[in-house]
C-alpha cells in the first residue's frame, strides 16, 4: 500500500466524473463515439439489450485487459487504472439512470448541434483522460492492448491505436447506416488527443537549445546574464573538421527563442543551432 499516493486518487476520481459527463453528456446521446475501448463500448451498448448498459460495458471489457497487463505494468496501475474506469462507469450510470438528465435523443447542452457535441465531448473527455494518464492511472485499456499485442509484432503502438480506431468507426459507419456520425466521431478523436496532450504535457512546452560553438565562454556569460538559467557544457569535437568545439544544452519558453538566437549569433555567427520541444522539465528535487 505504501506504493499508492491517495492524493492520486482523488485527481483519478474527478478524472472518472469528468470523462462520464463528456462522454454521456455529450458523445452518447447524438450516437458519436469516443475512440479505444470506449467507442466499442458505446458501439455495442447500443446494438444489444438495453440491461447491457454502457457503465456495464466499460467494465466488462476494460477490467480484464488491465489484468492481463498486470505483470507489465505493475500493481499500482493496474489498481488506480481499475478505479478510474469504475468511477467513470459509476457516474456515467448515476446520469442516465438516477439523475432527472435526459441523454436518450439529445445533448442536455448542445442539442443536437453534432459539431457542438463533437467538440465538447472530446474536450471534455480528453480532460479525464488526461488528468487519469497525468496521476497514474488510465481511462481506457486499449494502450494495454496494443502493448500486449505489440510485444510480439513489429507494428508500434501508435499504428496499432490508430487501425483500431479506423476499423472502430467503418464497422460504427455499417451498423448506424451513415458515415457522419463515425466523420464527427473522428473529430471528436482529434479533440481529445490534443487535450490529452495538453493535459499530459502542459500548454506551455519549455524549449531545449543545443548550440555548439568555439566561443562557450562567451554564450554562456552572456546567456546566463540575460536569462539567469542553469547551463550544461558538453565537450565535443567536430567529424570533418576534427576541431575541438563545446555543445551548450540550454532550456527556454517558447518567447525567449528568438532573444537567444540573437545573443548566440552576435557572438558567434557560425554556432550550430538546434531546438526541440520537451514536455517536462524536472529540477534535482523532483519538482517542476
Known amino acids: 500500500m505504501k506504493n499508492f499516493n491517495w492524493i492520486n486518487f482523488i485527481f483519478l476520481t474527478v478524472a472518472g466524473i469528468v470523462n462520464a459527463v463528456g462522454v454521456v453528456m455529450f458523445l452518447a446521446p447524438v450516437k458519436l ?3 479505444g475501448i470506449s467507442g466499442t463500448s458505446m458501439l455495442v451498448s447500443q446494438i444489444t439489450p438495453p440491461w447491457i448498459s454502457l457503465s456495464l460495458l466499460l467494465l466488462v471489457l476494460n477490467v480484464p485487459i488491465f489484468l492481463l497487463g498486470l505483470k507489465r505494468e505493475g500493481l499500482t496501475f ?3 487504472a481499475i478505479y478510474t474506469v469504475a468511477v467513470y462507469a459509476i457516474v456515467a450510470w448515476i446520469i442516465t439512470d438516477i439523475l432527472p438528465v435526459d441523454v436518450s435523443f439529445v445533448s442536455p447542452l448542445a442539442g443536437s448541434d453534432l459539431f457542438l457535441c463533437a467538440i465538447f465531448g472530446g474536450i471534455i473527455s480528453g480532460c479525464g483522460s488526461g488528468l487519469a494518464v497525468r496521476f497514474g492511472g488510465a481511462m481506457d485499456g ?18 496499432f491505436i490508430m487501425i483500431y480506431n479506423v476499423l472502430l468507426y467503418i464497422i460504427c459507419g455499417i451498423v448506424v447506416g451513415s458515415w457522419i456520425l463515425p466523420l464527427y466521431s473522428i473529430v471528436t478523436y ?4 490534443k487535450m490529452i496532450d495538453f493535459i499530459v504535457e502542459g500548454f506551455d512546452r519549455s524549449k531545449a537549445a543545443f548550440i555548439v560553438t568555439a566561443r562557450a565562454d562567451a554564450i554562456c556569460e552572456q546567456l546566463s546574464a540575460t536569462f539567469e538559467n542553469g547551463i550544461t ?10 576541431a575541438d568545439q563545446t555543445m551548450i544544452y540550454f532550456v527556454v519558453n517558447r518567447f525567449q527563442i528568438g532573444k537567444l538566437k540573437r545573443i548566440v549569433h552576435d557572438i558567434d555567427p557560425h554556432a550550430y543551432i538546434t531546438i526541440n520541444e520537451i514536455a517536462d522539465v524536472l529540477h534535482g528535487d523532483g519538482k517542476m
Open 233 to 242: 557544457m558538453i565537450n565535443a569535437k567536430g567529424y570533418y573538421s576534427g
Open 78 to 80: 493496474t489498481v488506480s
Open 190 to 193: 482529434a479533440a481529445a488527443s
Open 33 to 35: 463515439y469516443d475512440s
Open 142 to 159: 486499449i494502450d494495454i492492448l496494443g502493448g500486449l499485442l505489440c510485444m510480439k509484432n513489429s507494428i508500434s503502438l501508435g499504428s
